[in-house]
């Protein structure tokens, strides 16, 4: 094999870290990308209509057929749904500690296919069936008996565990097949979220129409049935993509590792910080580039944690913490504000499944003679925010991305605050819907003797809609963002955050639902929410919760005023200087710029010595996206000099007429070429001197190696 050819195999292996199931690297031509992800894709589209084909009319059944009251239903659905989305922390655990993503995803889905099985049993079989009745008193109906229940909740309860090692793990699975050190796949790594998240929502869309449907008017042993198969078929799908995967190995539990940081801080809370941040413990950069990940440089934040990195006479690391981990933990707490923030709209999302399905069983739903499920109006959520999610991909981030110059268009938090305001518009048009409702049933004298009311159901439409708005901004966004913003290591974790805050939610929900009623009937009170609806003052309670998203959405504005981005290397000196401000600080600072001035960063660039091309080539990539993606990007793809036509002629552009565009691109290819020049020795800039634009540099080193 000829020198060439073995510099391109080289070249191909991934620089992650990822790995085949026997722990050998990979090749980037052989496995991961799009090809690796469509197995997964798919595998969502399936399983999220097994999954909300249960939970999208679960409150139908509780109410008709274990004759439960709104309440108590209600409570049932978002706690049980509360469930479901806090297990993903366990299974991030046993994921990211013991087993890793992919044989915790396959013993999961064993557990989670196990209860969709019990949960089929439980509707179908005669003696786990519950007795029927069609009285509206529900105090004259049979009660179910304990073994119904047991089962019945049992398997739910088991689906929950199964889900919890499966709904982390996809996702970070999926991520793990594109290579942060390439661009061309970190780009494609930019858009996967949207995509996944419209798998996701065409899998919920299909469960909302067809699956609620057949379980209202065919019968719930099918209802069932059918999802149970989508999911033995979504397990199918995954499997058949094993060759294609890359892996990450586990790389320990992420709570130990805050915990020792958090303890070892604690022990040296009485000992000073050193001024200089080097003087702090740190591991070499080749322990971490084994690891295929980065080392992540000191910041003024959270300043009490760096205690654990002072290098006292022990090796414990329960006492000494190198200053990744500790800024890994740091990471990890200050998303914690961010995450408290997003639970009241979680609060909002779970009264789509529960108080916004029991509206719709007050009113008129028939068109000819089709009668539409309640549960089918949460389709609407989907449609609309399947469509916002592409319009918001297509057109608005291209059109925002002129005037903020983000590659996304707009932050996380942005994002995140826009659908917060969409929430209080949702509550507050809910509010005004329901009162129209009930002014309805009171003029039609329907108040006190329940009954359908003379309006059509698609008055409810609105609130749907605007809540599938606010999704395509929130929910891509938070899932976005806590894998975004975890460290390396902490990805599995980062992931379950977002479920986590969708479970605090959905137990706050029933716990503010129990306390509104209980409340508003002490001393012979009417009470807001009870069964027959139309005497009920759910207008009340939806304004409740609108003033509720109000007060949130102004304090995560504060939150997020100062929330602190993960920080590259040459943002941590800014941070550093302005959190310490000394003299002696000061002139450290300054000498820190003028090697900021000289090298791109807080450090020069590696040196390309000998045969060490290929870990040169990892780290110098990784050291030009520190300094700023764009510089890489000068490398990647290129740069140009301006031109334009004149007669028909293409001319050279005169450095004065540039536009402004035309400027930051021609500097951040002189950054890349000043990088470079200042990475190799004298024999290897002869190389490259002549050359004037980066990626022709980066091709002739190459080449010479």
């Not at 057949?214 to 058949?240: C, E, M, R, Y």
């Not at 009485?270 to 070499?284: I, R």
């Not at 707490?333 to 789509?352: E, H, K, N």
Request: glycine share 6%.
């Amino acid at each position: 094999m000829s020198m060439a050819d073995q510099e391109e195999c080289i070249d191909d292996y991934t620089e992650d870290g990822s790995v085949d199931l026997k722990g050998n690297p990979v090749l980037r031509s052989k496995r991961g990308g799009w090809r690796a992800c469509s197995f997964v894709v798919v595998y969502e589209v399936f399983e999220r209509m097994a999954y909300f084909g249960i939970q999208s009319n679960l409150i139908m059944y509780l109410t008709k057929k274990l004759h439960q009251d709104t309440v108590t239903a209600s409570n049932n659905v978002t706690n049980w749904v509360g469930a479901v989305c806090l297990t993903p922390i366990l299974g991030a655990y046993i994921a990211d500690a013991h087993l890793g993503r992919y044989w915790t995803f396959i013993d999961a889905s064993s557990i989670y296919f196990a209860g969709m099985v019990m949960l089929t049993s439980s509707v179908s079989l005669p003696s786990l069936k519950p007795p029927s009745c069609i009285d509206p008193n529900l105090n004259n109906c049979k009660k179910v008996s304990t073994l119904q229940l047991a089962v019945f909740y049992g398997s739910l309860y088991t689906l929950a565990l199964g889900t919890g090692g499966t709904e982390p793990n996809i996702s970070a699975i999926g991520t793990d097949q594109f290579d942060d050190f390439q661009l061309k796949e970190k780009k494609q790594k930019i858009s996967f979220f949207n995509w996944w998240m419209f798998s996701i929502f065409f899998g919920i869309l299909f469960a909302n129409t067809v699956v609620v449907w057949l379980q209202d008017n065919v019968g719930w042993t099918l209802g069932f049935a059918l999802p149970t198969l989508g999911l033995a078929i979504s397990i199918v799908i995954f499997l058949a993509g094993s060759p294609f995967y890359r892996h990450k190995m586990p790389t320990g539990s992420p709570f130990v590792g805050m915990a020792q940081v958090i303890f070892a801080a604690m022990s040296n809370w009485k000992v000073p910080l050193p001024h200089d941040p080097n003087d702090l413990y740190e591991l070499d950069s080749e322990v971490y580039e084994k690891k295929g990940c980065y080392r992540i440089d000191p910041t003024a934040t959270l300043r009490f944690l760096s205690k654990a990195s002072i290098k006292i006479n022990s090796t414990s690391p329960w006492k000494l913490c190198s200053v990744t981990k500790v800024e890994e933990t740091k990471q990890m707490i200050r998303m914690l504000p961010i995450l408290v923030s997003t639970f009241v709209p979680s609060i909002i999302l779970a009264q789509v499944n529960t108080l916004f399905i029991k509206q719709g069983t007050t009113l008129q739903r028939g068109i000819g003679n089709f009668e539409i499920p309640p549960a089918s109006l949460s389709a609407f959520v989907i449609l609309t925010l399947l469509i916002s999610v592409v319009l918001y991909d297509w057109f608005f981030v291209k059109f925002i991305q002129k005037w903020t110059k983000n590659p996304r268009g707009i932050t996380f938090l942005q994002r995140m605050g826009i659908r917060m305001i969409f929430h209080i518009i949702v509550m507050f048009v809910a509010f005004l819907t329901e009162t129209h409702r009930l002014s309805v049933a009171r003029e039609h004298g329907l108040i006190k003797k329940g009954g359908q009311v003379p309006l059509s159901i698609f008055i409810l439409l609105p609130q749907f809609i605007f809540m599938g708005i606010a999704g395509a901004f929130l929910e891509v966004a938070k899932i976005d963002f806590f894998y975004d913003q975890a460290p390396e290591n902490m990805k599995s974790l980062g992931s379950s955050y977002n479920m986590t805050t969708i479970a605090v939610g959905s137990f706050l929900s029933s716990f503010l639902l129990s306390t509104v009623s209980d409340i508003t009937k002490r001393r012979n009170g009417h009470g807001w929410i009870l069964n027959n609806l139309n005497d009920s003052h759910l207008d009340y309670y939806y304004a409740f919760l609108a003033l509720l998203s109000f007060v949130n959405f102004i304090i995560f504005l504060f939150i997020s005023k100062y929330y602190v981005y993960r920080a590259e290397v040459s943002d941590s000196i800014y941070l550093l200087k302005e959190e310490l401000g000394s003299v002696w600080l000061g002139l450290y600072y300054d000498l820190l710029m003028e090697m900021l001035r000289e090298g791109g960063s807080t450090s020069r660039p590696p040196m390309l010595e000998g045969a060490n091309y290929p870990y040169w080539k990892t780290k110098m990539c990784a050291f030009l996206r520190a300094v700023d993606e764009r510089v890489w990007m000068a490398v990647e793809d290129g740069w140009k000099c301006p031109t334009f036509v004149e007669d028909e002629v293409v001319k050279l552009k005169q450095m004065s007429l540039w536009t402004t565009e035309e400027m930051e691109r021609a500097n951040f290819n002189s950054k890349a070429m000043h990088a470079l020049f200042n990475a190799v020795s004298t024999n290897q800039l002869k190389v490259i001197a002549n050359c004037e634009i980066a990626k022709e540099a980066w091709e002739k080193l190459r080449i010479k190696k």
